[in-house]
């Protein structure tokens, strides 16, 4: 088979393209290094089924050949990111979005888009199932990430009801492993530089809110069965054990051995007070669920990033 990943050398992405290259796929990787990094797919590139396109992917492309998948990975996707690249963030999600859907219609391919946990916003309901339509504000600081992935859920739809494109779409909770990048600004990353750097961790507001982390194979593994399922609404994947940000803090401090402290700071506009999955749909539909806990995770993710302070 051969697919085509967005984004393909950012985080997430560059884990798709190694799973579906262990798959037996050919992969054809766009990427145009606004966040993800040549690092990242570089160990692939001699690997005679890869080709790595350097390409803004919310502009039109061409695609000679067959094409069974198109997975659309590309786009800022932590708050340093969107916030620093706000209207990179709305093309990509709107535009590339659009690009990406052509050219699965076009090759009568799968296509698969990431949305987020995001689109969910502050909510009313916990823990988020995808029948809630969310609490966001359309104006405010995330707005241009959380409006583009709503916007990119509308526009997949629109094809699959329209067109009969044959669409999935996954909505990530936080996802965390190897080859995430420590100055990327979400909390998993910043706690674990500052620790191993002796600096006072962060914690915004009183550290009540709550997150769950889940390791990226997992989160891989989910994508993967959802593209092959008959099932084209959006589907949550994510570990639904929750921690609130102080205990996650307490936990990174007792994991690296770091005699950090903690330093608690103004809680930033419209940033959500709980996040937790409902994954009974993915685990009904797809047979997934996380097999990697926290602490297993937390172990791998630390080794790699103590090659990279």
Known sequence: M??????????????????????????????????????????????????????DASKP???????????????????????????????????????ALGIAMAHGARFLMASTSEVYGDPHVHPQTEDYWGNVNPVGERSMYDEAKRFAEAMTMAYHREHGVNTHIIRIFNTYGPRMRLDDGRVLPNFVGQALRGEPLTVYGEGQQTRSFCFVTDLVDGIYRLLFSDYHMPVNCGNPVEITIREFAEEILKLTGSKSKIEFRPLPP???????????????????????????????????????V
């Open 2 to 55: 051969r697919t085509l990943i967005t984004g393909g050398a950012g985080f997430v992405g560059s884990h798709l393209c190694e799973r579906f290259l262990a798959e037996g796929h050919e992969v054809l990787c766009v990427d145009n290094f606004l966040t993800g990094r040549p690092i990242n797919i570089q160990h692939l590139r001699t690997n005679p089924k890869f080709t790595m396109i350097v390409h």
């Open 61 to 99: 492309l061409q695609v000679p050949g067959l094409l069974d998948n198109v997975l659309h990975f590309a786009s800022p996707a932590s708050p340093v990111d969107y916030v620093k690249s706000p209207i990179q963030t709305l093309k990509i999600g709107s535009l590339g979005t659009h690009v």
């Open 270 to 308: 419209d940033d959500p007070k709980q996040r937790k999955p409902d994954i009974t749909l993915a685990r009904k539909l797809l047979g997934w669920e996380p097999k990697i806990d926290r602490s297993e995770g937390l172990k791998k993710t630390l080794e790699y990033f103590k090659t990279k």
